[in-house]
C-alpha cells in the first residue's frame, strides 16, 4: 500500500518560521497532485496550497507570500514552507497525494496522519 508520513510540526512564535515535509511510500508507479490542507479546531479542512506534477502551485489567499510549497519527484516528498507566521496558522496539517500504484492510469487519493502546528502570539 502507499503512506504519506509528514514531519516538521510544531511551536513557534508569532513571525517565526517552520517547514514541513511529507514523503511518500509503498506502491508508487506516479505521483500527480502533491497538497497541504490544514483544519483548525472546530473548522472544516482547507486546502492551505497544492503543487501539480509538472510544478505548477496553487496557494490560498491567506497564504499567499508567505508560504511556499514544493516538491522533490525523486524523493517523492512535498514541503511546507511556512514564514511569517500568525496565530490564526494554528492548525492539523495534512499531506494529500494523488497517485498512481501500476501503469493503469487509476489515480488514487491519499492522506497523511496530520501534524500539530502551534503558533503562540
Known amino acids: 500500500q502507499v503512506q504519506l508520513v509528514e514531519s516538521g510540526g510544531g511551536l513557534v512564535q508569532t513571525g517565526g518560521s517552520l517547514k514541513l515535509s511529507c514523503a511518500a511510500s509503498?506502491?508508487?508507479?506516479?505521483?500527480?497532485?502533491m497538497a497541504w490542507y490544514h483544519q483548525a479546531p472546530g473548522k472544516q479542512r482547507e486546502l492551505v496550497a497544492d503543487?501539480?506534477?509538472?510544478?505548477?502551485?496553487n496557494y490560498a489567499d491567506s497564504v499567499k507570500g508567505r508560504f511556499t510549497i514544493s516538491r522533490d519527484n525523486a524523493k517523492n516528498t512535498v514541503y511546507l514552507q511556512m514564514n511569517s507566521l500568525k496565530p490564526e496558522d494554528t492548525a492539523v496539517y495534512f499531506c494529500y497525494a494523488q497517485i498512481q500504484r501500476d501503469s493503469r492510469p487509476h489515480l488514487f487519493a491519499y492522506w497523511g496522519q496530520g501534524i500539530q502546528v502551534a503558533v503562540s502570539s
Open positions: 509503498g506502491n508508487i508507479f506516479s505521483i500527480n497532485t
Open positions: 503543487i501539480t506534477g509538472g510544478g505548477v502551485t
